[in-house]
């Protein structure tokens, strides 16, 4: 049912901003035409929807995948790079790397993100000491300029 209001919603603010024509334009449309809806449905119309952007928020953030991928986007970089070593595990990565994205994305390509989670690349943690996550690296030319760890301890009344 919530899959289904999504994909009216969305297909109802395509066609209502009027993309340029593509492949799927025919299909879009005649989807739109034909009620698919059922008596207990609910029915959205274009002025009803909230448009959905398909556009990624930040291209300036991206995961790191392996040894070489970091070696070619982060070490080899012209542009400085904010390295986020993170876990999925980790409450304060959760909170710290959102931030991180928007501020990074606010520089305008003047400064780029990494992700980097420890679990997957132990190998890289190891090589930059990481010892606590999150752990947040500003590398520039191939150098690690500055280096800072979010710890949250427990406060000295409990």
Same mark, same amino acid.
């Given at each position: 049912?919530?899959?289904?209001? /999504?994909?009216? =919603?969305?297909? *109802?603010?395509?066609?209502?901003?009027?993309?340029?024509?593509?492949?799927?334009?025919?299909? &879009?449309?005649?989807?739109?035409?034909?009620?698919?809806?059922?008596?207990?449905?609910? %029915?959205?119309?274009?002025?009803?929807? =909230?448009? /959905?952007?398909?556009?990624?928020? +930040?291209?300036?953030?991206?995961? #790191?995948?392996?040894?070489?991928?970091?070696?070619?986007?982060?070490?080899?970089?012209?542009?400085?790079?904010?390295?986020?070593?993170? *876990?999925?595990? +980790?409450?304060? +990565?959760? &909170?710290?790397?959102?931030?991180?994205?928007?501020?990074?994305?606010?520089?305008?390509?003047?400064?780029?993100? %990494?992700?980097?989670?420890?679990?997957?690349?132990?190998?890289? *943690? #190891?090589?930059?000491?990481?010892?606590?996550?999150?752990?947040?690296?500003? #590398?520039?030319?191939?150098?690690?300029?500055?280096?800072?760890?979010?710890? &949250?301890?427990?406060?000295?009344?409990?």
């Amino acid at each position: 049912m919530a899959q289904r209001l /999504l994909l009216r =919603r969305f297909l *109802a603010s395509a066609i209502s901003r009027k993309p340029p024509q593509s492949r799927w334009a025919p299909l &879009i449309s005649r989807a739109l035409q034909t009620p698919q809806h059922r008596p207990g449905d609910l %029915a959205i119309t274009p002025s009803q929807a =909230r448009p /959905l952007h398909t556009t990624r928020v +930040c291209s300036t953030t991206f995961n #790191i995948q392996d040894g070489p991928d970091f070696q070619d986007r982060v070490v080899n970089s012209e542009t400085p790079v904010v390295v986020d070593f993170h *876990a999925q595990w +980790c409450g304060p +990565c959760k &909170i710290l790397g959102p931030r991180l994205e928007k501020v990074v994305a606010k520089q305008h390509g003047k400064v780029v993100m %990494a992700k980097v989670d420890i679990d997957d690349h132990t190998d890289l *943690a #190891i090589e930059y000491e990481v010892s606590a996550v999150p752990t947040v690296l500003a #590398i520039k030319n191939g150098d690690v300029v500055d280096k800072f760890l979010v710890l &949250i301890s427990r406060p000295f009344w409990s």
